[in-house]
């Protein structure tokens, strides 16, 4: 009985390791999916041998050690390819996943704020409607902020807005570079 164990034991630990090289190469982008069928089966056995008597203690502590480190492994792997399809991080080149940096860089250069505020102005102007160079700061400020929010969820992407009259209205777009 004491052999069957460590044999199962022995068995879990190398899926495991296998299970492990799988998903690092699924992060690395040599796998085209997840390994979801392998790991379901490990999950399987791992179950399947927590309803099991294990005789020693030794045996029945190696056991916990392997299944905490599964289910360690689990988390990490759930959280990895959540944050991948959330845009938290994404493949690069190469097709390894990466975290998308946290510190980013300025979401609009200040010269094109300043630039689309005075087109903006103009355009007002333009179409008839009250257009006072005193406005400017106050359009900086709005156009800077809403950079800010459109970078943030477009995953630190740059901002640039393009000014336009449309039916006779200045309408500001931002676009993703």
Same mark, same amino acid.
């Given at each position: 009985m004491?052999?069957?164990s460590k044999e199962m034991l022995d068995r879990l630990e190398l899926d495991l390791v296998a299970l492990k090289h799988e998903y690092d190469l699924f992060f690395n982008g040599k796998r085209r999916a997840e390994p979801m069928?392998?790991?379901?089966? %490990?999950?399987?056995k791992l179950l399947v041998g927590s309803r099991r008597t294990i005789v020693g203690n030794a045996d029945q502590l190696r056991f /916990? /050690? %392997?299944?905490?480190?599964?289910?360690t492994y689990a988390n990490l792997w759930t959280r990895t390819v959540r944050d991948l399809e959330e845009g938290r991080m994404h493949r690069d080149i190469g097709g390894s996943v990466r975290r998308v940096s946290g510190e *980013?860089?300025?979401?609009?250069d200040?010269?094109?704020i300043d630039r689309a505020a005075e087109a903006l102005l103009e355009a007002r102007r333009s179409c008839g409607l009250?257009?006072?160079?005193?406005? !400017?700061?106050? %359009? *900086?400020?709005t156009l800077y902020a *809403?950079?800010?929010? !459109?970078?943030?969820s477009a995953g630190g992407k740059k901002v640039e807005?393009?000014?336009?009259?449309?039916?006779?209205?200045p309408k500001v777009k931002a676009v993703l570079r």
């Open positions: 004491a052999d069957e069928k392998e790991r379901k089966e %490990l999950e399987t /916990n /050690n %392997l299944s905490g480190r599964y289910w *980013r860089g300025e979401p609009v200040r010269e094109q009250a257009g006072d160079p005193s406005d !400017i700061p106050s %359009l *900086r400020e *809403r950079a800010l929010e !459109i970078s943030a807005f393009v000014v336009s009259v449309e039916e006779g209205k």
